[in-house]
């Protein structure tokens, strides 16, 4: 089975910095597409940051400037570096990736469990 595990959430103040990890492990062939995204209480899941197998990414508005998104392709890992913290950043994070998986060649969207990401005022 392929996994993807998240790291480095928890309490801040605003104005603070936070790094969230995920490695993703276990029979991969190729990552391509990977992101994270977040949710918050009545709210639905929302794109915060994505990085192409190239590098290339996007952003969401609200943290654009602020929030750093990277990834390590022989480490199987992609970064969240999120600077100038504020209260409405407080959500879980999801890491998500698009992987290929080693034992059938098949392109599959996974999800990681959740971190929290609290921005205390």
């Known amino acids: 089975q392929v996994q993807l595990v998240e790291s480095g959430g928890g309490l801040v103040q605003a104005g603070g910095s936070l790094r969230l990890s995920c490695a993703a492990s276990?029979?991969?062939?190729?990552?391509?597409?990977m992101g994270w995204y977040r949710q918050s209480p009545g709210k639905q899941r929302e794109l915060v940051a994505g990085?192409?197998?190239?590098?290339?990414?996007n952003y969401a508005d609200s943290v654009k400037g602020r929030f750093t998104i990277s990834r390590d392709n022989a480490k199987k890992t992609v970064y969240l570096q999120m600077n100038s913290l504020q209260p409405e950043d407080t959500a879980v994070y999801y890491c998500n990736a698009d992987i290929v998986r080693n034992w059938d060649l098949k392109e599959i969207n996974y999800w990681g469990q959740g971190t929290q990401v609290t921005v205390s005022s």
């Open positions: 990085i192409t197998s190239g590098g290339t990414t």
């Open positions: 276990r029979n991969i062939f190729r990552i391509n597409a």
